[in-house]
């Protein structure tokens, strides 16, 4: 690293600088090798290094982070009489090396997937796609450093004398808080990398490291190439040039600490940990916190002198008949607080700290540095004070390891809890590296969130099954038809039930139109709907006896389970006829006992089989021989009349037949009841009208009947299954029973399963809530349905996220209905984070997702297959 400076104080490694306390060789840096994770410096300081894990901090509850923040806090303060330093950098994962995973999850994606992978990486590129590391160093021991330079077998025998301390270390550094492992070579030459190269862009490869020893020599692997300018003695920037990626580029960086604090209670507040803030900038920076953990007695002591300096300045102002100032009083009363906690405190939380917190940030000219500057400390206002101090090159040189403080000025002292809240670990990580763009996450980071729906199933073994919760208005649409477009394109074949129709419009899209089929089921076949025809029968080629290697005779065991699901299947057959029938009626009908009596004994007479209908149940009503035989035929009257209804004829069919056709050969296949008056969630039952009493059932048919279409594909074949509305299922024991096996089979055929509702105590009373696997849960109101929300999120009550929920997509209301969505995202992992879902960089989706009541779209595009039924239909009729 050459040196280039107009300033006589200031020094870069390879270049003598004016007369200062620690002494220097021509090499420019203290750092003289490094053994495995240790440090060694040019007085022979050893430092040990070490990487700390990701923490979690979103949506944990009050204990839980005040556990976090008394672990953190603990560590530390067993490093007492240690110097630590604390190094945040960030390491890429490359745009192209996800775009590449994509495009490798990818089975047989539609024609455009060249282009689509293109527009995503674009839109992706915009957005931090990186991992946050964050190093502690911790101050060791001292070696003897003659005999330069450097080898494995010289420094040995020295640090075998240190190795009971390191192990010590370790132990700590291990414990709940931190979760540090030591830094292995490859994140040596990355902190190395990142701190000789100051804010300049990271390296896309990282190389292969043949030892974990560098000597003197080998640091010129970091400085070769490497060019600190600073203009001029008291420029409020230092100039960093290197080559990074084939390319030499230039970076302007400031250096700016911190200054006087007064942090808000935290957990409590909602500034969340303060080191870990940082994250919230929507631009790359650098963290390095020199930190002295203090002797009690060293404390005790300073603080003794400064009261004792305070009580004679009282006592001078009284000798000359002057009051002393109140600011006098205050830092008397401060101190005395801290003396009693140094003394009388909690063990190891009342140890004190004394630290000096730097940020570096950078741009490609100083008028953006001089903006991002502004807003690092509007980031921090008003709780703490960012200063943008002179002297940078020396506030720099801070992030290189083993260099030393550039001066006592701007030292923050605190005890050990406040300096536990910092949390510089915490990150917000959620999703996968392999999934499509499901947008950003918004809480305590902005980072890319990639979303692979099938990797649950394919590569964890878990359930596929996914809730979305929220109310009207609150983006369940989007989300859904957001989903389904992306991995649709992927080669995912999907089927949608729809409802209230706008999924539909999916179908319209020019990429997907060719391979789309919207199909109306109020404008189909009679008997399109007929309950017996909805449930397949099992496929004895998913029982193979390899599944079942555990039992005694697996050959047998994969029999009795086909069997056992064969006669399930006819059970469920009968429930949902049961269940549709007794819909049907008028509710004091229905709810008479002998009605509930004759249709279960008419159902023993009938076959329930695939092959079954329910014009059997009516006649075998007609033939029941009980002394409730005139009540059955009254049921079978009104049962013959709503068959011959245009809603009635889809469920009792003329004949049998089979249009699963329909849904072999295309990759999306959209199930709309147009038309269909559903009743409303605060209507009560009894005050339905005869066209809401008939939606229902027709609505629960539809939904079997969309499942159904997934077991006609292969087994181990990706899938996707999208119920809209799913609240209404609930209701009846044949719904509840629906989303229960599409739960319960979605691992087994590999099958995707999107459920979007409006309140989360359906999914408890419809008893799924062990195969939910992942959880999106939009605006929410009223308490209840936060409760549940919560719940099913795995996110304790009474910690303030109600209200967050209560104000999600704040912008998204009235005029601004296209604006993003957010939601709060519960991943198969188990980590929570808030996230932004957007669609705005492609209009057309965005358009065709809009679900605004009377908003007009275009017709020229009707499918006219549909329109053909349709028009049949009604002639027939």
């Known amino acids: 690293m050459k040196k280039r400076t107009k300033d006589a104080g200031d020094t870069t490694p390879g270049t003598r600088k004016a007369p200062e306390p620690v002494r220097r060789d021509r090499s420019g840096l203290r750092l003289t090798g490094i053994v495995g994770n240790l440090t060694i410096s040019r007085g022979g300081q050893v430092t040990a290094w070490y990487v700390a894990a990701p923490q979690r901090w979103s949506f944990l509850s009050r204990s839980d982070c005040n556990s976090l923040i008394s672990g953190h806090a603990q560590r530390l303060a067993q490093l007492v009489g240690r110097r630590i330093h604390i190094r945040v950098t960030h390491r890429p994962y490359p745009v192209a090396r996800w775009a590449a995973a994509l495009d490798g999850s990818a089975h047989d994606p539609l024609p455009g997937w060249r282009e689509y992978l293109a527009e995503e990486q674009q839109k992706v590129a915009r957005l931090p796609l990186d991992d946050k590391v964050c190093y502690y160093g911790v101050t060791v021991g001292r070696i003897t450093t003659t005999g330069l330079p450097l080898l494995r077998s010289s420094v040995d025998k020295q640090l075998a004398k240190l190795r009971r301390d390191i192990a010590s270390i370790d132990n700590v550094m291990a414990g709940p808080g931190l979760d540090a492992h030591p830094a292995q070579a490859g994140d040596m030459d990355w902190l190395m990398t990142r701190s000789l190269g100051l804010c300049l862009p990271a390296p896309l490869h990282t190389r292969p490291q043949p030892t974990d020893v560098w000597n003197s020599s080998d640091l010129h692997e970091w400085t070769d190439g490497i060019q600190w300018t600073s203009p001029s003695p008291y420029s409020p920037h230092v100039l960093v040039a290197g080559t990074r990626n084939g390319r030499r580029v230039e970076r302007h960086v400031a250096v700016l600490t911190f200054g006087r604090m007064n942090l808000p209670q935290i957990p409590e507040s909602t500034f969340g940990p303060w080191l870990q803030r940082l994250d919230r900038l929507r631009f790359d920076y650098e963290l390095s916190a020199t930190i002295d953990i203090r002797e009690d007695n060293e404390a005790g002591n300073e603080i003794t002198r400064q009261l004792d300096q305070i009580r004679h300045q009282h006592h001078h102002h009284r000798e000359h008949g002057v009051q002393p100032p109140v600011s006098l009083q205050r830092q008397s009363n401060s101190g005395q607080y801290i003396e009693d906690d140094i003394n009388h405190g909690a063990t190891g939380l009342s140890t004190r700290t004394r630290g000096w917190y730097r940020i570096a940030i950078a741009a490609a000219d100083p008028e953006k540095l001089a903006d991002r500057v502004q807003l690092v400390r509007e980031l921090y206002q008003p709780s703490v004070l960012i200063t943008h101090p002179k002297a940078q090159y020396a506030l720099a040189r801070e992030f290189i390891p083993c260099e030393p403080l550039s001066g006592d000025a701007y030292t923050r ?61 609150s983006g369940k649409t989007v989300l859904g038809g957001n989903t389904v477009y992306h991995t649709a394109r992927m080669g995912v074949p999907w089927i949608l039930l729809d409802p209230s129709g706008p999924l539909k419009r999916l179908c319209e899209l020019p990429e997907l139109r060719p391979y789309s089929r919207a199909i109306d089921l109020m404008a189909s076949e009679p008997g399109t709907l007929n309950p017996y025809r909805l449930l397949p029968e099992p496929d004895p080629s998913h029982y193979g006896p390899e599944l079942y290697r555990g039992e005694e005779d697996p050959s047998a065991a994969a029999d009795r389970a086909y069997q056992m699901d064969r006669r399930r299947t006819a059970r469920t057959r009968n429930t949902l006829a049961m269940d549709v029938l007794m819909a049907m009626l008028p509710k004091a009908i229905a709810m008479a006992p002998e009605t509930n009596l004759v249709i279960t004994q008419a159902l023993e007479h009938v076959d329930s089989s695939v092959h079954g209908s329910p014009r059997e149940i009516i006649s075998a009503l007609r033939k029941l021989n009980t002394r409730h035989h005139e009540h059955a035929v009254v049921i079978a009257d009104l049962l013959h009349s709503i068959a011959e209804t245009p809603q009635g004829m889809l469920i009792f069919p003329e004949a049998d037949g089979d249009d699963s056709y329909l849904t072999r050969h295309w990759r999306l296949v959209c199930f709309n009841l147009r038309g269909l008056a559903l009743p409303s969630t605060d209507t009560r039952q009894e005050d339905w009208s005869v066209e809401e009493r008939l939606a229902m059932p027709l609505l629960h048919l539809a939904a079997w009947y969309a499942q159904s279409c997934i077991y006609t594909r292969d087994v181990g074949e990706r899938k996707g299954l999208l119920l809209d509305e799913a609240h209404f299922f609930q209701r009846v024991s044949s719904g509840r029973e629906l989303l229960r096996k599409t739960g319960r089979d979605s691992r087994k055929h590999n099958a995707r399963a999107l459920l979007l509702s409006q309140d989360g105590q359906d999914a408890q009373m419809a008893g799924i809530e062990n195969w939910i696997e992942s959880v999106f849960v939009g605006r929410t109101v009223g308490s209840d349905a936060q409760r549940a929300a919560l719940k099913l999120l795995n996110v304790p009550e009474g910690s303030g996220y109600e209200d967050m929920l209560a104000g999600l997509s704040p912008h998204a209301q009235g005029a601004n209905r296209q604006q993003d969505r957010e939601f709060i995202f519960r991943d198969g992992t188990g980590a929570v984070e808030r996230i932004t879902v957007p669609v705005r960089h492609r209009p057309a989706l965005l358009d065709a997702l809009d679900s605004t009541p009377g908003r007009r779209h275009a017709q020229q595009d009707a499918n006219p297959w549909t329109q053909a039924v349709a028009e049949g239909l009604e002639a027939r009729v």
């Open 413 to 473: 002292r605190m005890p050990v809890r406040t300096l536990g809240g910092s949390l510089p670990a915490v990150t917000a990580a959620i999703g996968d590296r392999s999934g499509f763009n499901l947008g950003f996450t918004s809480g305590v980071a902005r980072r890319a969130v990639m979303w692979h729906p099938w990797e649950s199933m394919e590569v964890r073994e878990a359930n596929g099954l996914t809730v979305v919760l929220g109310t009207q208005g």
